[in-house]
């Protein structure tokens, strides 16, 4: 596996597999990776023959305060399991090499609507963060396919619909959330959660379960959505939402619609903990 960090190795990797007819699948992570990263990759490399991955803890999506400064950065185990894993090219832009200007002279893209509620209500720029970078990168990686995980369904959506409102000739795959055995999202923010903390964290997703069991037998949405977050404050969780929404737009449910899907996020200590189902109402 190859590792590139300057932007002229890269173009001229990515011309020559394109000049050579190479498909390429892409995968942008920000390190510290887990086995549902692996299993992006390996989606990536079902895709198409060459797979790329990025590593960059993107500063752009962090707000003050946040844990910019702090975000585990693991390059030398990433860069190995990604060998293991089958990658064809990793690549590790700089923080000046993305953002050459500074970041508050870097042109931004701005999804409306979907970026400014739920997490992006809680976590103002973040989603104008994600969407610029990930349309950097998809303009320096020309990937005919790119490879995010479901469990940041909201960021799957945003990326989505920036991809399509912007033409950008790049198939969006999600895939799966993987789990721990006791149904906890895999995420590098667990590494954030105590022992005690760690024994609490899997509450989120048996509440986001029973709550699509209600759904399912055709009880009320907003019962099932305060019963929730009762039962994660029980819990010791801190729930910033715990909401039912469309799947296609995160709009309110209306009643026809039976594509649904369940999103929580929760602070436990210093880890915001987020996780979704999708679930269809039949009744
Ligand atoms: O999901 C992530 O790791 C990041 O938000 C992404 C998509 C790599 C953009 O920085």
Not at 47 to 69: K, M, T, Y
Not at 98 to 113: D, F, I, K, M
Not at 247 to 266: C, H, K, Q
Request: one cysteine or more.
């Amino acid at each position: 596996m190859e590792q590139i960090s300057d932007t002229p190795a890269l173009r001229s990797r990515i011309a020559e597999w394109r000049g050579a007819g190479e498909r390429i699948a892409f995968v942008p992570t920000m390190g510290n990776l887990h086995a549902g990263h692996l299993r992006l990759v390996q989606r990536g490399r079902e895709l198409a023959p060459r797979c790329v991955v990025s590593i960059f803890v993107n500063p752009l999506q962090f707000g003050e305060g946040e844990d910019f400064g702090a975000y585990p950065r693991t390059l030398a185990a990433d860069a190995e399991a990604l060998r293991q894993a089958g990658a064809d090219l990793l690549y590790t832009p700089t923080v000046e090499g993305l953002y050459p200007r500074g970041q508050a002279a870097q042109t931004r893209v701005e999804v409306p609507g979907l970026s400014d509620i739920l997490c992006g209500a809680s976590r103002p720029g973040h989603f104008v963060g994600v969407a610029t970078v990930v349309c950097k990168l998809f303009n320096l990686v020309q990937p005919d396919v790119a490879v995010f995980g479901e469990k940041d369904y909201q960021q799957l959506l945003v990326i989505r619909r920036m991809t399509e409102d912007l033409c950008l000739p790049v198939e969006i795959v999600g895939v799966e959330t993987v789990r721990e055995p006791d149904g906890l999202a895999l995420s590098s923010r667990n590494g954030y959660l105590t022992a005690d903390e760690r024994r609490a964290a899997p509450r989120l997703y048996q509440v986001l379960r029973e709550v699509a069991e209600g759904l399912e037998r055709g009880a009320p949405i907003s019962q099932l959505e305060s019963s929730g977050k009762a039962a994660l404050e029980a819990a010791g969780l801190a729930p910033d939402y715990l909401t039912v929404r469309r799947a296609s737009d995160l709009a309110t449910p209306a009643s026809g619609d039976e594509a649904l899907v369940v999103l929580g996020a929760a602070w436990l200590g210093k880890a915001r903990l987020i996780d979704n189902l999708q679930v269809r109402r039949t009744c």
